[in-house]
Antibody, heavy 122, light 110 residues
Framework: DVEVLESGGGMVQPGGSLRLSCTAS????????MSWVRQAPGKGLEWVSG????????YDADSVKGRFTISRDNSKNTLYLQMNSLRAEDTAVYYC???????????????WGQGTLVTVSS | QSVLTQPPSVSAAPGQKVTISCSGS????????VSWYQQLPGTAPKLLIY???QRPSGIPDRFSGSKSGTSATLGITGLQTGDEADYYC???????????FGTGTKVTVL
């Protein structure tokens, strides 16, 4: 069965950094693009970043460009999100999502993790 | 503020039908496939419809999708209490170079 599991969430002060991880199993990890999607408390879904199966040409939302970096280690079946210069408005549940396609521009997400909560507060 | 607009809420009695609209533009819905996601309370989103009108295995045919021009629609027939959830449309936006979600619609079963 396909499974994606996020970790690394927690509380951090404004301006701080955090790295999220997403471990995948049940499919050939390198054959599929992956994305991070977040949801602020009581709000809708917001796509954050996407990366191709090979790790090329990541795309980022304007709201995180220059602060967040998506990457992947296909030898470890793991997706990462390095978050720097965190702001209060980055507070959200962050979901790891498996893309049906391989390109870095998302197609659609057929499997989602349960999410990890990131809280940015002093 | 999303580029894909959905009604905040829709409601109907059990067994009835609801439709959820998703309005966009030529840079998103007009030229890209639309997908729909269901988010039950307190859970992660789940894929409901892809490629405008295709259902993944395990999704009942009570759920249907369609697209016309720059708008898409999700239909739910035979409404059940278990269908109470938030529903989101989504697609790629080539002008923004970003994947965009709709504003979300809460379905209530009366």
């Amino acid at each position: 069965d396909v499974e994606v599991l996020e970790s690394g969430g927690g509380m951090v002060q404004p301006g701080g950094s955090l790295r999220l991880s997403c471990t995948a199993s049940g499919f050939i990890f390198s054959s599929y693009a992956m994305s991070w999607v977040r949801q602020a408390p009581g709000k809708g879904l917001e796509w954050v970043s996407g990366i191709s199966g090979s790790g090329d040409g990541p795309y980022d939302a304007d709201s995180v460009k220059g602060r967040f970096t998506i990457s992947r280690d296909n030898s470890k079946n793991t997706l990462y999100l390095q978050m720097n210069s965190l702001r209060a408005e980055d507070t959200a549940v962050y979901y790891c999502a498996k893309d049906r396609g391989i390109a870095s521009s998302p197609y659609y997400f057929d499997y989602w993790g349960q999410g990890t909560l990131v809280t940015v507060s002093s | 503020q999303s580029v894909l607009t959905q009604p905040p809420s829709v409601s109907a009695a059990p067994g009835q039908k609801v439709t959820i609209s998703c309005s966009g533009s030529s840079s998103n819905i007009g030229n890209h496939y639309v997908s729909w996601y269901q988010q039950l309370p307190g859970t992660a989103p789940k894929l409901l419809i892809y490629d405008n009108n295709q259902r993944p295995s395990g999704i009942p045919d009570r759920f249907s999708g369609s697209k016309s021009g720059t708008s898409a629609t999700l239909g739910i027939t035979g409404l059940q209490t278990g269908d109470e959830a938030d529903y989101y449309c989504a697609t790629w936006d080539s002008s923004l170079s970003a994947y965009v979600f709709g504003t979300g619609t809460k379905v209530t079963v009366l």
